[in-house]
């Protein structure tokens, strides 16, 4: 169609003025453009800078190595020792099932745990290593090593477990860790990041778990700038964190090592040596034991039913957590307390006719017959019921328990051990608010020579023992040092008693394991140098009725094993000038002067010899049996002996 | 024909017509294509090969068509509009039949050595059949309705074709592309007003027709419309893009991480990063200062095709060059607010700087049809 010149001028008028408008729009445009830019990345700009961070930075923890823990002479008792794996990075091994095959053939693999590890390959990204086993023999990261060429993507790699080189000799005092569980978070409160990393390792019992915070450190970390699907690119920057402080215990793994093993030929028992000087605990045994490091390498379901169904109780510490009638032990209490209240004199002598009747009840003596006049010696070196009773009577259970309690009994001794107990000291308003009943002259009685309500641990029975050595109120200690401070030695002020009640004691104590009639004799050190004073205790678990003595059940041999007597000796040593003293409590095992005795004495030579007594020291008749029930130790080796020192 | 009213003598011929190319605009498109292959090396992480290399290859190649193009008179193009529509909407209904299928998306046919998408050839020639229609129609007539349903099926025809795809973007672009020429042309704003209260009208009939039998979008494209209203309500699928876009954009700042320093695309977080997300990179390691300049370019092309357009006096050449200028317009405009959260992801790459080839080809002969139009415009006595 032909246009004029007219309509071609208009139209171009037209176009020109449509132009400008369509102009004027698209300016507006490239405003609302320029402005939302410099609103984004201006005003704005800070705050997705912060997003593009969090975006591309990731913080990884860094897990700070776990202090060590140290015997008093410097021995490892905790140590953290390579943890050999071997991992796959899927990206890398291109074939896994083929891999795997090869890597077989190389290795023991257990197929649960294979499976386990291989259910995480298909789920991580595939440049995540993966580790397929842990806790390997260093033979076998070898192997993989030299093979690498046949296995794409399979590589060894180390890491940090914690090992216990003692064994089961200090699994009840450092304890042991084990992986981070849902219910340790619930009940620990600790928000500390370290513990959201998986099978992060925490202190489960003893000195691990009561010191853990110590123990672990704190977390490093590094920043790391990760892409889209999470692949680590570069390291930003790193804190390593603070490591763990090292502990020194004031345990000798030499003489806890012969402690374990000398108690365990008692079946279940417990004994505790402790310095009397500063309270220093140089060995807690408890047997039978188990092996810690089982625990950390994840125990099976049958090893740790073998342990819990076990009527020894393997897992329990009983020189803490065990409380038993301190049985006879107990009757320094009552001589101390009587002694300072004015109530008895030394030369004083009572009768005892084989009982004492208290209304129409009669309490008897261990001794049918009777031990005739009895003076305070004697009744120690005798542990006559009888002189007891009387002296029970004439004291009163609250003056008793008050002396008692200084001695510790009764009291919770902050010790970075599990379930620590505090035993039970009884006096008369315990009873009303426990029973809610008098106290009755009988229970007095029966609290005199250790039986009714009260109960002890080795420990108490231990701490007890070095304050009437010591005459001081010295606390016992288990931390030596920490981070390399030491700890402070507290309670070594006198008791506040009379010296000459105390050298009473002693004497009495001195007469029962070294004269001919006392209870102990059987168990003396014959090395005049370092003679022991002890005590006896035999604790009766329950009575023997009268149907069953009709039935002739008089001794213990003819009960059950956990119906029997515990058996108990209390032991300082050299007399003289006294430095350890010990308690040994053997389970049901029937008398304290026969059964533990002997186990008191042997510990305190070796704790006086720093090793293995030599023969001489013990009473001339006896040496051949010692000389083979030495021997048969199993102890950790001639070194561990000659480790330990008198520090 | 209104040649005849002035001096076709005084137009170029020969290898003249060099001298009066528009040479500011062959400039500044070479600047915004550099700018692209800037991006595109440091998006592939330093790596030449990768997209920037094929995409210089393609810009020389675009730049000799352009020229070729700018160098045959403008009347023999206007004489081949219809053609030119004709073959591209026939190739439509091809890619519809037996397009190859790719991206979720019928687009492309396989020419063996390049994919031709049709959509994107449609955007040009769809702007020259309508100047060529307002060209030969008596201007008289230009608002009479009869004569304006002729454009508006010209539009709708390959529109439909193109929504049926699917592909939103170009639809929205076919219909605004034609409705600046028909507005250029003069059509009376009344229609515009119906049209726009119509437009209006049929968002609000997308909406409630969600849900229902007669939905009229897929439910991938109410899920964009979704995250474009609300990005941060799924920031892991739907949302990833816009989301992670805008904060690459953000954190450019004033002046940017640096060149190749940009954390966002190095480390994969942005979504196609070398296509339609491309600016965010430029945004983010160029900073608002780079940002604001690559825009100020864009905007002094589109200067110069107004200027180009308005010293033109014939009908065909200045509608052209304007309604390429306004289909240029609307590219980047829609890339930029799409890129920066103002606009739903309707998957409009960034004009000659995003990688393509199709679309840098027909845009480089678009640009080279408003070279014709300004080589071989009538000059005055």
Known sequence: ?647 | MSYLEYNVKRVPTGLSKVLYLNWALILLLTAVASVGFLMLYSVAGGDISRWAEPQIKRFVLGMVLMLTVAMVPIWFWRNMAGLAYGVSLLLLVVVEVAGTTGMGAQRWIDLGFMRLQPSELMKITLVMFLAAYYDWLDIKKTSRPLWVLIPLMIIIAPTYLVLHQPDLGTAILLVAGGGIVMFLAGVSWWYFSVVIAAGVGLVAAVFTSRGTPWQLLKDYQYRRIDTFLDPASDPMNAGYHITQSKIALGSGGWTGRGFMQGTQSRLNFLPEKHTDFIFTTLAEEFGFVGAISLLTLYALIIVFCIISAMNNKDRFGSLLTLGVGATFFLFFAVNMSMVMGLAPVVGVPLPLVSYGGSAMLVLMVAFGLTQSAHVHRPRGR
Not at chain 1, 182 to 205: A, E, S, V
């Open chain 1, 1 to 647: 169609m032909r246009q004029s010149p007219r309509d071609t001028e208009t139209s171009s008028r037209r176009i020109s003025r449509r132009a400008l408008v369509l102009g004027g729009l698209q300016t507006g445009m490239l405003g609302v453009l320029g402005w939302r830019m410099h609103q984004m990345q201006v005003d704005q700009a800070d705050q997705y800078r912060l997003l593009a961070d969090e975006n591309r930075i990731n913080m990884r923890l860094i897990a700070p190595a776990r202090g060590l823990i140290y015997d008093r002479n410097g021995v490892a008792l905790a140590e953290n020792a390579q943890n050999y794996r071997i991992v796959i990075v899927r990206e890398d091994a291109g074939d896994v099932d083929a891999a795997i095959a090869r890597l077989k053939q190389l290795v023991d693999l257990d197929p649960d745990e294979l499976e386990r590890a291989l259910r995480e390959v298909e789920r991580r990204s595939p440049f995540v290593p993966v580790t397929l086993t842990d806790q390997r023999a260093w033979e076998d990261v070898a192997e993989v090593a030299v093979n690498a060429p046949a296995l794409p993507g399979i590589t060894p790699d180390v890491g940090l477990t914690r090992n216990y080189p003692m064994g089961a000799d200090f699994a009840h005092i450092v304890g042991y860790v084990g992986p981070v569980s849902d219910y340790d978070l619930d009940r620990m409160d600790d928000d500390d990041p370290l513990l959201q990393i998986p099978k992060f390792q925490i202190g489960k019992t003893g000195v691990e778990n009561k010191l853990e915070r110590d123990l672990r450190g704190k977390a490093g970390s590094k920043r790391i700038e990760v892409n889209a699907a999470g692949r680590v690119m570069r390291e930003l920057g790193r804190d390593e964190g603070i490591p763990g402080s090292d502990l020194q215990l004031t345990i000798d793994s030499g003489l806890q090592n012969f402690t374990q093993a000398r108690l365990s030929l008692g079946m279940s028992a417990a004994g505790v040596v402790m310095d009397v000087r500063n309270g220093d605990l140089l060995a807690i045994g408890s047997a039978p034991a188990f092996d810690p490091n089982k625990f950390v390498r994840g125990i099976s379901s049958v090893d740790y039913s073998l342990l819990t169904d076990n009527i020894y109780r393997p897992l329990a510490n009983k020189a803490v957590q065990g409380a038993y009638p301190p049985g006879s032990t107990f009757k320094m209490m009552v001589t101390l307390a009587a002694l300072e209240a004015g109530e008895v004199t030394p030369d004083e002598t009572i009768w005892c006719g084989g009982y004492t009747k208290v209304g129409n009840r009669r309490f008897h003596c261990w001794k049918r017959g009777g031990h005739g006049h009895v003076n305070l010696e004697e009744s120690l070196q005798h542990s006559c019921d009888v002189y007891y009773f009387d002296l029970a009577q004439r004291v009163g259970i609250d003056r008793i328990a008050a002396m008692a309690r200084r001695f510790g009994l009764g009291s919770h001794f902050d010790l970075p051990m599990s379930a620590v107990t505090a035993g039970i000291m009884p006096d008369k308003a315990w009873k009303t608010e426990r029973y809610g009943q008098d106290w009755r002259v009988g229970d007095s009685l029966n609290a005199a020579i250790g039986q009714g309500y009260v109960l002890a641990s080795p420990l108490q029975l231990a701490v007890m023992n070095a304050r009437l050595a010591s005459g001081t109120a010295i606390e016992p200690r288990l931390v030596k040092s920490e981070g390399g401070i030491e700890t402070e030695v507290r309670g070594a002020v006198s008791l506040g008693l009379n010296e000459n009640h105390l050298r009473m004691v002693r004497k009495g104590m001195y007469a029962v394991s070294n004269t001919r009639r006392g209870t102990g004799y059987g168990a003396r050190i014959a090395d005049d140098t370092m003679l022991m004073a002890g005590k006896s205790g035999t604790s009766q678990v329950r009575n023997i009725t009268a149907a069953e003595r009709a039935r002739g059940v008089t001794s213990n041999a003819d009960l059950p094993w956990e119906r029997r007597d515990h058996a108990l000796f209390v032991a300082f040593a050299p007399y003289e000038n006294p430095r350890y003293a010990v308690s040994v409590v053997v389970e049901h095992g029937g008398g304290g002067s026969s059964v533990a005795g002997p186990i008191a004495r042997d510990i305190l030579l070796y704790a006086l010899h720093g090793g293995l007594p030599p023969l001489e020291s013990y009473p001339s008749y006896q040496r051949d049996e010692i000389r083979v029930m030495q021997e048969s130790l199993p102890l950790r080796g001639a070194e561990g002996g000659e480790e330990s020192s008198r520090a």
